[in-house]
């Protein structure tokens, strides 16, 4: 599950959105970590992550796995959000949290570190 996970965030760290699409469940729900909320579904995911990315630049690179009591897959990751002139606007450390319907993403979770 890891190697599938990094693979994860090396596709959206390349703005490859089908590879990431390709990851979810058709209903995902997905935090809108951007302007608060969540998303549902793939066409409501990638119209997100395309508004994000025409305004800032986020890279967000896993440091840690872990798997919680109920299944759920915690990952530590490292986020750099930059503007699109390339000044910081964030950096920092903050944990994403998975839940799986078979081999796809049914949900992801923001949890501050």
Known sequence: MTDRLAA?????NERDVPAVLAALSPEVVWPNGWEGGTVH???EVAAYWRRQWAEIEPTVVPTAFATEPDGRVAVTVHQVV???????LADQTVTHVYRFE???I??????DS
Do not use: N, P, Q, V
């Open 82 to 88: 930059r503007d699109k002139a390339g000044s910081l």
């Open 106 to 111: 049914a949900e992801m979770e923001i949890r």
């Open 41 to 43: 579904g793939h066409d």
């Open 102 to 104: 078979g081999d796809l």
């Open 8 to 12: 994860l965030y090396a596709a959206f």
